[in-house]
């Protein structure tokens, strides 16, 4: 099999002076994770879930003084997209995203003719005859946060220690969730003076004798890991196939398992850790 026969065509598109909310809402009504970015019915960029994740925590000083919902493609697009030909085996398409660190290759051939992206790599490989093992593939650094811990914490460990993913703990230490870079990039959007969203409490004096609280004050607060992490997928056991840790990541839509050896979290596979096993 080649590229065009695992492809997604026809692509969305998206002229450059729309918004990043705009993206976004495409994003999610269609469920994909790239759009490509014409004028005059010719390609000149893509955006992804992914670069708006990296975008958008870069925070620069031109975003800052901008609503998010006035942020125009252009700026936060790929100008320069890496392409594959249609003909292209899917071993090589696998090298060159986990080469340039992507997860969507535009197919051209004179024109864009589809988009192949990792989900569709991983379905193609879900359904091999591979023998790879999980415990031979998947990163068993694992990083950790609590679900206490404020957003702009989790961005920096994020940051520091170069990863795409991390578990939310609660106070036992017992896993409760998880957050990627890609949710990062639906979660987390500065304001217009690149302030991170919070949220509001309200505290409460004692009850009444007639038990009802009286509300004392509204204070606001930053959103923590537990605001905006997602509910922890199944977990894969180390011992599985590669194959099957594909086909779960595909089936509940996410691109990264916790591995586990009987009831202990061991380590974490990802779509990248696929990609590299494709051959």
Request: aromatic share 4%.
């Amino acid at each position: 099999m080649n590229v065009d026969d695992i492809m997604s065509s026809p692509v969305f598109t998206i002229a450059p002076e729309e918004t990043v909310a705009y993206a976004r809402n495409l994003m999610l009504k269609h469920k994909i994770s790239t759009l490509v970015v014409a004028k005059n019915e010719e390609m000149i960029g893509i955006v992804t879930k992914t670069d708006l994740a990296k975008r958008l925590a870069q925070a620069e000083p031109m975003w800052r003084r901008r609503p998010i919902d006035k942020i125009p493609i252009n700026m936060v697009m790929n100008e320069n997209p890496i392409t594959i030909y249609p003909g292209a085996s899917i071993a090589q398409a696998s090298s060159l995203m986990v080469e340039n660190d992507i997860n969507s290759l535009p197919v051209f051939n004179r024109e864009v003719m589809g988009i192949v992206t990792g989900a569709d790599i991983m379905r193609y490989f879900s359904e091999q005859d591979v023998k790879t093992k999980v415990s031979e593939i998947m990163e068993e650094d694992i990083l950790f946060v609590h679900m206490h811990h404020t957003i702009n914490h989790v961005i920096h460990e994020m940051e520091v220690n170069k990863v795409k993913h991390l578990i939310v703990n609660d106070d036992a230490s017992e896993a409760v969730g998880m957050i990627t870079s890609n949710s990062m990039a639906f979660n987390v959007m500065s304001d217009n003076e690149g302030n991170l969203p919070s949220k509001n409490i309200r505290m409460t004096r004692r009850s009444s004798p007639a038990e009802q609280k009286e509300y004392r004050y509204v204070k606001e607060v930053p959103l923590v890991a537990e605001d905006i992490m997602t509910e922890l997928p199944p977990g894969v056991d180390m011992k599985n196939k590669a194959t099957y840790a594909a086909k779960i990541m595909v089936s509940e839509n996410t691109i990264t398992l916790p591995v586990v050896n009987g009831e202990q979290v061991v380590g974490m596979i990802s779509r990248s850790d696929i990609l590299k096993a494709v051959e």
